[in-house]
């Protein structure tokens, strides 16, 4: 599930009354990242529930697709989690899945959320390029992802159009599949 629409957060009040935005940065995820993962999905996600197991069974399936955006202190303050997948299909929400797909021809881009503190400055962009950017080296064809929470225009400004796909219930009745070729 990806991202809820951006918002007004702490880090714009504090840019607007002059602090500086905090110093963050993309690193790949740890397994000691997932409780802090699991709250930033609890709190972005309310209506899709998705325990620690489900995390920590993506990050063991396809470790190089899992990323935190951290601070000096280290502590997570948002996340991405992609893996192969089939195109047109979604696992269902909080489950395990056993392995990667044979026949997977997309990488499905499952999840990326922000903690509330940081929404707003400008962190996603360059996960989703870095993304995007390591797919098409790899030789994938498209990124898939299921836009929940009205927010379909953030993903069609990073170059996603909605397509047609049965099965999008389980995510609720404004879900919408989308996909951006590479």
Same mark, same amino acid.
């Given at each position: ?14 840019? $607007?009354? #002059?602090?500086?935005?905090?110093? =963050? ?10 409780? $802090? ?8 996600? /309310? ?12 990050? &063991?399936?396809?470790? #190089? *697709?899992? !990323? ?9 303050? @948002?996340?991405?989690? %992609? ?9 269902? +929400? ?9 026949? &997977?021809?997309? =990488? ?5 959320? +922000?903690?509330?503190?940081?929404? #707003? *400055? *400008?962190?996603?962009? /360059? ?11 790899? @030789?994938?064809?498209? =990124? ?6 009205? %927010?379909?225009? !953030?993903?069609?400004?990073? @170059? ?5 796909? /049965?099965?999008?219930?389980?995510? @609720? /009745?404004?879900? =919408? ?6």
């Amino acid at each position: 599930m990806p991202e809820k629409k951006q918002r007004a957060g702490a880090s714009d009040r504090a840019e $607007s009354a #002059g602090a500086a935005p905090p110093l =963050l940065s993309w690193r790949p995820m740890r397994k000691n990242d997932l409780d $802090s993962v699991t709250q930033i999905a609890a709190a972005s996600f /309310p209506h899709h529930f998705e325990g620690r197991d489900c995390f920590e069974n993506r990050l &063991a399936l396809n470790p #190089g *697709g899992c !990323f935190v955006l951290t601070g000096g202190d280290g502590a997570p303050k @948002g996340y991405l989690v %992609a893996y192969p997948w089939r195109a047109r299909s979604t696992p269902a +929400l909080n489950t395990l899945i056993e392995a990667i797909p044979a026949d &997977a021809d997309v =990488l499905y881009l499952h999840d990326l959320a +922000l903690h509330p503190d940081v929404r #707003g *400055g *400008g962190w996603t962009a /360059p996960i989703i390029e870095r993304l995007a950017q390591t797919a098409r080296a790899d @030789g994938w064809p498209a =990124l898939a992802l299921v836009a929940v929470n009205d %927010a379909a225009p !953030f993903w069609e400004r990073r @170059g996603f159009t909605v397509v047609e796909a /049965p099965g999008m219930a389980d995510y @609720g /009745p404004d879900a =919408l599949y989308m996909v951006r070729t590479l």
